[in-house]
C-alpha cells in the first residue's frame, strides 16, 4: 500500500481522500463513484471513445478522455492514466477490477507519480499475480494446495509429462491472470499442443504475458472464495466467504454467500489459512484467496489482489460498504472490522447479467442497444450496472450489463426471491443470461448444493432450448437438430447444428431481441456459423483471432475453421459439411460483424 502523509494517516478515514481517479469503466467504475459521493470524495471518470456517452462518464465529477477503441490504447495505457490523474488534481487512483487492477507496474507508477494507489502494493499484486510465486508464498503460509508445476510451462511435452505422473484432465492456467482467461483443460495428451497454444495466446491478449502452469484439475470441486481485508497498521481479518462454482467457461454466472453446506470447522480454516497468506506478502486492502473444496478438504487456487466482482454478496450479509473500506485504508485508517470471522446475516445470491444469448448452452456474446431496462423494486433487491435504457452495449469489452444481488432471511427466501427478480427483470434489446440464471436456481440440484464447477455445463438444460437447440430454430427444422458436444483447446462447447441451409441465419437484428425472465427468442443457427450450403459466417460481431484453413484445404463436419474472439470470449466457428475450402476471406487481426462471410466449403 502506498504511504500517506501522518496528517492523513491520522485522520484514518476516507474523507483523507479529496478526489480519485477509476482507472475503469461499466458496472464497477459506476460503483466506485457513486460511494465516491456518499463520502465527498470528487470522481475522475477515464472514456475510451467507444464510452464517451457510458453512464460512468455522465456520473463522474470530471472525465477525461483516453481516444481509442481497443483496452490497450486506453484502459491499459498505465502513462496515460497516471498523467490523467495528475492533470486533474486527483490524488487517488482505484483500478476497480480487470484491466490493470492486478497490475504490479500500474501500482508502482502510480505511487511513484505520488499518488495513492488504493489496492495492494506492486510488491504484493506481482507476487501473488504470479501464479507460480503464488503457490510457493502458500506452501511457506501452510495453505493446502492442488498438485501444480514450480515453473512456467512452455512445451506440450511439459503438460503431458505432468498428466502422466498426476492424470488427467489437467488444467493450464495464466501465471499472470485470473477469471478463467488463458485458462484450458486438457482432457488427454492428444490435446495438450492446442490446449497449451490457446492457452498462452489468451493469457497474452488479456494480460500482456503468456506465461502458463500447470494444476491438476478436480473434476468434482466447488469453488468457494475468502474475503480478506487488511490494513497498513498490521491488523488482517477474514470477512466470510461465498459459493462461485456455477461456470461456464470458467466464468462465473451465479455466486452466493456464505457458502451453502460448509462445516464451520472447515470454513474457519479456510478463513485463517486466508490470513496467513496475507500477512506473509505484507498485504494492506481488500483481496480474496480462492480454493477449490473437494471431499471435505480445500486447496488453495489464487489469490485476487483486487476487489471482487462479487463483493456486493458480502456486503448484504454482512452491511458493509468493501469500496468504503477500501478507502479507508488507502487513506491510512485501520479497519473498521477489528476480528475475522464476522456472523452472517442471512443469504445473498448475485446472478452476473450479461449481454450472452445461452440457448443451447452456448452463451454467445451479443453486443447492441438496450432499447429499456426495468429494475425490479422489491425488498433486498440490488441491481449494480454500468447502463441505462438507451446505452449501448459495445463490443470491445466485457459483456456484462449488471449484477441483480438478492438478499433474504435463509437461503430458501433468497433463492424464491431472486427467481422473482429474475422474472421482473426486463433488458430489452440484446440477449441476456436472465434465463440461464433463471435455470440454475430452479434447479433441484442448486437448491440440495449438489454442484461442482462442471455442473452448469453438463446438467443444466437452459430455456428456450429443445433438445440443446433454441425452440424458434427447432420449429423451424422440426426433428433436424441435435446438439453435438465438442472441445477446443480444452473447453467444452455445446453447438445445435442442422443440415439445411438455414444453419447459417445471421442473428436478428437487435431491435428484435427482448430479454425477460421467460428468455430470449431469437432466430438463430448456433456458434458454428456454417450451414448445409457449406457459408461460413460469423455467428457474432468480434475480432479473428485464428484461422485454421487454407484455400483448397479438404475440411469435414465439425472441424474447427476460425477462432473469432468477442467481449473476452474465444468462440469456435466450424463447418457442417465434408467438403473443400473454396476460398478463405478473412485473415487474423480482421474485425467482423454479425454474419459476415468467413470462408465458403464447397461440400464434397
Given amino acids: 500500500m502506498a504511504q500517506v502523509p501522518r496528517e492523513q494517516a491520522e485522520r484514518g478515514a476516507a474523507g483523507a481522500l479529496s478526489k480519485v481517479l477509476v482507472a475503469n469503466r461499466g458496472e464497477i467504475a459506476v460503483r466506485i463513484i457513486r460511494t465516491l459521493a456518499e463520502h465527498g470524495i470528487g470522481s475522475v471518470a477515464v472514456h475510451s471513445d467507444a464510452d464517451e456517452k457510458a453512464l460512468h462518464v455522465r456520473l463522474a465529477d470530471e472525465s477525461v478522455a483516453l481516444p481509442g477503441i481497443a483496452a490497450n490504447e486506453n484502459y491499459l495505457d498505465i502513462a496515460r492514466i497516471v498523467q490523467a490523474a495528475q492533470e486533474t488534481g486527483a490524488d487517488a487512483v482505484h483500478p476497480g477490477y480487470g484491466f490493470l487492477a492486478e497490475n504490479a507496474e500500474f501500482a508502482r507508477a502510480v505511487t511513484d507519480a505520488g499518488l495513492v494507489f488504493i489496492g495492494p502494493s506492486g510488491d504484493a499484486i506481482e507476487v501473488m499475480g504470479e501464479k507460480v510465486a503464488a503457490r510457493r508464498v502458500a506452501a511457506q503460509a501452510g495453505v493446502p494446495q492442488v498438485p501444480g508445476t514450480t515453473d512456467p510451462v512452455t512445451s506440450a511435452d511439459e503438460v503431458r509429462a505432468f498428466g502422466a505422473e498426476h492424470g488427467y484432465p489437467v488444467a493450464v492456467k495464466a501465471s499472470f491472470g485470473g477469471g478463467g482467461r488463458g485458462m ?183 453486443p447492441g442497444p438496450i432499447h429499456a431496462l426495468q429494475v425490479p423494486m422489491r425488498p433486498g433487491v440490488r441491481f449494480d450496472s454500468g447502463y441505462e435504457g438507451g446505452d449501448e452495449v459495445a463490443p470491445h469489452y466485457d459483456s456484462m450489463i449488471g449484477k441483480l444481488v438478492v438478499w433474504g432471511p435463509d437461503r430458501d427466501t433468497a433463492i424464491r426471491r431472486t427467481l422473482a427478480a429474475l422474472d421482473e427483470l426486463v433488458v430489452d434489446g440484446v440477449p441476456t443470461t436472465i434465463s440461464a440464471a433463471k435455470a440454475v436456481l430452479a434447479h433441484p440440484d442448486f437448491g440440495d448444493v449438489s454442484f461442482t464447477t462442471r455442473w452448469l455445463e453438463s446438467a443444466v438444460e437452459f430455456p428456450g432450448v429443445v433438445g440443446g437447440v433454441s425452440e424458434d430454430v427447432a420449429e423451424e427444422h422440426g426433428d433436424e437438430g441435435d446438439r453435438d458436444e465438442v472441445w477446443v483447446g480444452g473447453r467444452r462447447y455445446v453447438i445445435p447444428f442442422f443440415g439445411g441451409a438455414g444453419a447459417a441465419a445471421a442473428p436478428a437484428e437487435p431491435s428484435a431481441r427482448r430479454s425477460r425472465g421467460s428468455g430470449t427468442k431469437r432466430k438463430a443457427a448456433g456458434a458454428s456459423g456454417a450451414g448445409g450450403s457449406g457459408a461460413v459466417s460469423s455467428p457474432m460481431q468480434g475480432t479473428v483471432i485464428a484461422v485454421k484453413v487454407a484455400d483448397g484445404e479438404a475440411v469435414t463436419a465439425g472441424q474447427v475453421l476460425f477462432v473469432v474472439e468477442a467481449m473476452k470470449m474465444e468462440n469456435p466457428v466450424r463447418s457442417t459439411v465434408d467438403g473443400t475450402v473454396g476460398e478463405v476471406g478473412v485473415s487474423v487481426g480482421d474485425v467482423v460483424t454479425a454474419g459476415a462471410p468467413l470462408a465458403v466449403v464447397v461440400p464434397a
Avoid at 336 to 357: K, L
Wanted: charged content about 25%.
Fill in 184 to 366: 484450458r483443460t486438457v482432457a488427454g495428451p492428444d490435446e495438450a499442443d492446442d490446449a497449451l497454444a490457446a492457452a498462452q495466446r489468451e493469457a497474452g491478449a488479456a494480460f500482456g504475458n503468456s506465461e502458463v502452469y500447470l494444476e491438476r484439475y478436480l473434476s468434482a470441486a466447488r469453488h468457494v472464495e475468502v474475503q480478506i481485508f487488511a490494513d497498513t497498521h498490521g491488523n488482517a481479518v477474514w470477512l466470510g466467504d461465498r459459493d462461485c462454482s456455477v461456470q461456464r467457461r470458467h466464468q462465473k454466472l451465479v455466486e452466493e454467500s456464505p457458502a451453502p453446506g460448509l462445516p464451520e470447522e472447515l470454513r474457519a480454516e479456510m478463513g485463517e489459512a486466508a490470513v496467513r497468506l496475507a500477512k506473509a506478502v505484507g498485504y494492506a486492502g481488500a483481496g480474496t484467496v480462492e480454493y477449490l473444496v473437494e471431499d471435505g478438504r480445500f486447496y488453495f487456487l489464487e489469490m485476487n489482489t483486487r476487489i471482487q466482482v462479487e463483493h456486493p454478496v458480502t456486503e448484504a450479509v454482512l452491511g458493509m460498504d468493501l469500496i468504503a473500506e477500501q478507502l479507508r485504508v488507502a487513506a491510512g485508517g485501520t479497519l473498521s472490522v477489528p476480528t475475522s470471522g464476522p456472523t452472517p446475516r442471512g443469504h445473498a445470491i448475485e446472478c452476473r447479467i450479461n449481454a450472452e444469448d445461452p440457448a443451447g448452452g452456448l452463451f454467445v456474446p451479443s
